[in-house]
């Protein structure tokens, strides 16, 4: 790992070995990790929010379809980034998972700015008025990749590994301390698996929540660390 400098203090990239692993565990352990893309003004964002896709055995995959051109970045070594165009007007950031040649993914849904706010906003068309604006830059797909400046002929096929690639994915110590899991959303296929994972509490969580802020559909709030 290489450690760099911030303001977030010390963080250090993920090594590839850490995606190398069933999407089910890289989804909860990405959370609390740190989104970068390492240009000036640098962006910095922590995770909150993912979904697992488990390949080509999962209806609701891209991997489904097999070893394509489109897919291809799935089924490459793990640590990569794999970007989707989506209802016409968003793109999606997913990192590829497992070991070469196995097809497995996770989605990020959703993060919490840390650096580089007033570019994210800039690039979002968002006036910043107050903290309660913040979900507007990266809370969902969309929002996030738009924020960051992720496209598919920019980002896929990056190495999330490493600095040099411009975009990438680091640690600065942060732990989750309760994971909340429910079934993913926004797909009709394989809808009811439990492999969306966020962690309790933030606020720039995507989707439906409940009047006291919790996600919507809950299953069940995980406290291991």
């Known amino acids: 790992m ?18 190398a692993r069933s999407p089910r565990r890289v989804a909860r352990e990405l959370l609390g ?3 970068v893309r390492g240009e000036k003004p640098r962006l910095a964002a922590r995770i909150v929010e993912v979904e ?36 016409g007007n968003h793109y999606c950031l997913n990192v590829s998972c497992e070991r070469e040649g196995k097809a497995g993914s996770v989605l990020f849904r959703a993060l919490e700015p840390l650096e ?10 968002v006036v910043l008025q107050g903290p ?19 496209t598919r002929s920019r980002d896929n096929g990056c190495d999330l590994t490493s ?7 680091a640690e600065d110590g942060f732990r989750a301390k309760q994971i909340q899991i ?8 394989a809808a009811a698996q439990p492999l969306r994972y966020a962690l309790a509490g933030s606020a720039c969580i995507s989707g439906p929540r409940t009047p006291g802020g919790d996600l919507r559909p809950r299953l069940r709030l995980d406290k291991r660390v």
């Open 2 to 19: 290489r450690k760099q400098t911030s303001e977030l203090g010390a963080i250090q990239t993920l090594d590839r070995v850490f995606f």
């Open 33 to 35: 990790k740190i989104l």
């Open 52 to 87: 697992a896709y488990l390949g080509e055995n999962d209806p609701a995959a891209h991997a489904a379809a097999g070893n394509t051109a489109r897919t291809s970045v799935l089924f490459g070594p793990p640590g990569y980034a794999y970007v989707y165009f989506i209802y």
């Open 116 to 125: 580089g706010i007033e570019e994210m906003a800039r690039a979002r068309g």
């Open 132 to 150: 309660r604006d913040l979900p507007k830059l990266t809370a969902g797909p969309g929002r996030l990749a738009q924020a960051f400046g992720i």
């Open 163 to 169: 600095p040099a690639s411009g975009l990438w994915i």
């Open 182 to 189: 429910t079934p993913r959303i926004g797909i009709s296929k």
